[in-house]
């Protein structure tokens, strides 16, 4: 008898404190869910939803795919938003399968529900207690008890940027095929931590999440364990389940799964001063930019004889410089829609205009008014805009504060893109109409739609070609690094104001559980919540 797989795809990253909402219509970032055979749509890309169709192809089963819906990180979307996502997937379970395979995110909340993919894991549950249940979390998961005891396998990204999110998929598939197989008995351990892990800190190349990360990779490939996750947590999403935690599963041996998560949680919590960002003043940031920019200039005016220079520690990590003559990224980290961030604030932009830096790119600042003038106005055209600044965030008490801006349309575009770097490679997304303000010094690449800059196919689809800039500023926090960091040739990091801010203090947090290092003293340093299974 054919098998059955039920395949699905529901990821969103809540940031409680964001402006932006969550209409069904994001969940495909503008387009809508793909429901039923349009989400095989996703086959062959790099994403765990391409892994699970890889291993129901091995098998020989029959794949059926209810919904993929994926949606760039804002606020919390409708419980009947919730309930339209979920629906396909407990009706296909419904109507029997041997196994049920999961894409999702692990940072997900809803009106009703601080714990979306907890909810959704338990109605599966309820509906069939015995079904193998194989899911992949992102890296940024407030992992919750629902989860992990209603999962039979978890696995999660190992990097930051994601550009293992297949690879992930892939080791859930191949521990949920050894099951069906009869080769294994997977047994999990899990544990949490009260502990905010800033996102800027989540780095698994540095600190203590590249100690932690190492172990799970060394516990993996000498075969004690089956698998081994870290998860940093989202501190953006305000919920009694936000804080660090890890998963480490084994074949029928809880002990030694134990053990495992055990030793990560404890270099997490005895490093826990490393996971918190403190941030250098904004006019700090821009003095330090100009003198990179005249290193750079000197460095190019010489680059015929002139040897590359080291990698630079500018405090806040280390950039290798690969590429040694590329531009200086500027990285508007708090206000990054890759985190639930509106993508309009201009504080930075304007730190930077008023600074006279030149040969300055910019992306993408999401404006749909500036947009819709820019292409009334025509190609060629010169426009003054109020630029950027129209949404309020309540939640950190700030306004908008849009900035008078005059300039030349040099460019507009349809918006539609293809990924062809190391992340999401292969998937196409959408910025809507987008428009290029050209002030003389800097290029903005405008957009309709918020969009994390990943992939320097934000600048190359509208004619800007990044590594001739003398810098770029993104409005990012780490996943730029998949795209840019071959490019450039330093970072600064400038803090200016969202609600992605990496100052954790600056938030109404009412649903964590209290106490929790940083905000509080913490007298347990062992975890607050451990169980296996």
């Not at 194989?134 to 998961?141: E, G, N, Q």
């Not at 630079?312 to 950039?319: F, I, M, N, P, Y």
């Amino acid at each position: 008898m054919t098998r059955r797989f039920v395949i699905a795809q529901i990821k969103h990253e809540t940031n409680t404190f964001s402006p932006v909402p969550t209409p069904l219509a994001s969940f495909g970032h503008g387009h809508g869910p793909l429901l039923g055979r349009d989400a095989l749509a996703l086959a062959g890309s790099a994403s765990p939803f391409a892994a699970f169709l890889d291993l129901a192809r091995e098998f020989d089963a029959e794949a059926v795919t209810p919904i993929a819906a994926e949606s760039w990180p804002s606020n919390r979307a409708t419980r009947d938003t919730f309930e339209t996502l979920v629906r396909p997937v407990l009706d296909a379970v419904a109507a029997g399968c041997d196994a049920v395979m999961l894409d999702l995110h692990g940072a997900m909340v809803v009106d009703g529900f601080d714990d979306a993919e907890g909810e959704l894991l338990t109605r599966i549950r309820a509906i069939d207690p015995r079904v193998p249940i194989a899911v992949t979390l992102d890296y940024h998961t407030n992992l919750s008890p629902a989860m992990a005891e209603s999962a039979t396998i978890i696995t999660g990204y190992k990097t930051y940027p994601h550009v293992d999110m297949y690879e992930a998929g892939q080791l859930a598939a191949r521990i949920l095929g050894r099951l069906l197989r009869g080769e294994v008995n997977p047994v999990m351990a899990w544990g949490w931590l009260p502990l905010l892990a800033s996102v800027m800190r989540h780095d698994p190349d540095h600190g203590p999440s590249r100690t932690i990360v190492g172990l799970a990779r060394a516990a993996e490939r000498d075969g004690r364990v089956l698998a081994a996750t870290w998860l940093p947590s989202f501190p953006h999403a305000d919920t009694p389940f936000t804080g660090c935690s890890a998963v480490v599963i084994t074949d029928g041996d809880p002990e030694a799964a134990r053990l495992l998560r055990d030793e990560m949680l404890e270099i997490a919590w005895s490093r826990r001063d490393e996971f918190v960002f403190r941030a250098p003043a904004l006019a700090e940031s821009i003095a330090l930019a100009r003198d990179l920019g005249s290193a750079l200039d000197a460095r190019r005016a010489g680059a015929g004889d002139a040897p590359a220079p080291a990698a630079q520690d500018l405090g806040r990590g280390v950039l290798s410089a690969a590429a040694p003559l590329g531009p200086i990224v500027l990285l508007d980290h708090c206000d990054n829609c890759g985190s639930g961030g509106a993508q309009d604030d201009m504080t930075v932009i304007a730190a930077v205009l008023e600074a006279g830096l030149d040969e300055v790119a910019i992306a993408p600042l999401r404006d749909p008014r500036a947009v819709a003038a820019m292409v009334a106005a025509g190609v060629g055209a010169t426009v003054e805009l109020d630029l950027g600044g129209h949404t309020a965030m309540p939640d950190i008490g700030a306004t908008g504060r849009p900035v008078r801006v005059r300039g030349t349309v040099r460019t507009i575009t349809d918006g539609e893109i293809v990924f062809r770097g190391a992340m999401y490679t292969g998937i196409r997304s959408h910025l809507g109409r987008t428009a290029v303000l050209d002030t003389g010094r800097a290029r903005i690449v405008v957009t309709e739609r918020p969009h994390e800059p990943f992939d320097p196919v934000v600048f190359t689809h509208c004619g800007i070609d990044p590594r001739d800039c003398r810098f770029v500023l993104l409005k990012s926090r780490i996943h730029y690094r998949a795209g840019f960091r071959p490019l450039a040739s330093n970072l600064v990091e400038c803090s200016g104001r969202g609600v992605t801010s990496a100052d954790l203090s600056i938030y109404p947090y009412r649903k964590l559980a209290r106490p929790i290092f940083p905000l509080d003293p913490v007298p347990d340093p062992r975890p607050s919540a451990v169980a296996s299974r």
